[in-house]
């Protein structure tokens, strides 16, 4: 199993362009979530999945829309990326739940200009 | 609500001596904890987790972690710090109900030779 992979492993973008992020897990997870990192504040929740077809908001939702359209592909799109979205983002899987122990992708470094 | 409060951003500790992490969590009902590892520009590697069984949890090299229910602590140690430990950790809550992984800001533990 590759577990759960993420590309690219680095993007720069400009200020209003737009992206999105891939995350595909080959494990049969039913959920799936992104996270952003950022010095000092730990990782925080952007949105989250728990089947195909069924998404929701995390704690910082703006700027980003996801879709789960597949078991094993969970996509971040940033409509038009902000300096504020510049981070490390991670994707991350687990068989039923948030109470299931997560798996994580290596992450994106993205930088916004 | 639930919440995780890392109460340390930074710890160093000494070769062959204690480490302590400590982590207090808020949370409506019965949660799930976890620790996770973050090595330098890597991902995150699960430690151990609590989920309502034995309040002593064992993770990998050498961590445990005691669920104390009446503090709302959930702290993380080990009996003898290695130089391969230096890493950044981050505490976890999770409830089944809100299907949300909390984090914690993390604490980044350093290790002197």
């Known amino acids: 199993n590759a577990g759960v992979t993420q590309t690219p492993k680095f993007q720069v973008l400009k200020t209003g362009q737009s992206m999105t992020l891939q995350c595909a897990q080959d494990?049969?997870?039913?959920?799936m979530s992104w996270y952003r990192q950022d010095p000092g504040m730990g990782l925080r929740l952007i949105h989250y999945?728990?089947?195909?077809?069924?998404?929701d908001q995390g704690e910082v939702p703006n700027g980003y829309n996801v879709s789960r359209s597949t078991t094993e592909d969970f996509p971040l799109r940033l409509l038009s990326a902000a300096p504020s979205q510049t981070s490390v983002y991670f994707c991350?899987?687990?068989?039923?739940?948030?109470?299931?122990?997560?798996?994580f992708g290596p992450g994106t470094r993205l930088t916004v200009l | 609500a639930q919440s995780v409060t890392q109460l340390d951003s930074h710890v160093s500790v000494s070769e062959g001596t204690p480490v302590l992490l400590r982590c207090n969590y808020s949370?409506?009902?019965?949660?799930?904890l976890f620790w996770y590892v973050q090595h330098p520009n890597k991902g995150l590697q699960l430690l151990l987790k609590?989920?309502?069984?034995?309040?002593l949890v064992k993770g990998i090299n050498g961590f445990e972690a005691e669920f104390k229910k009446s503090e709302t602590s959930f702290h993380l140690t080990k009996p003898s710090a290695h130089m391969s430990d230096a890493a950044e950790y981050f505490c976890?809550?999770?409830?089944?109900?809100?299907?949300?992984?909390?984090f914690g800001t993390g604490t980044r533990l350093k290790v002197l030779a």
């Open positions: 991350a899987s687990s068989y039923t739940q948030s109470t299931d122990t997560q798996y």
């Open positions: 494990m049969n997870h039913e959920y």
């Open positions: 999945s728990v089947g195909a077809g069924i998404t």
């Open positions: 949370s409506s009902y019965s949660p799930s």
């Open positions: 609590y989920t309502s069984a034995a309040t």
């Open positions: 976890v809550v999770s409830e089944l109900i809100t299907y949300k992984y909390i």
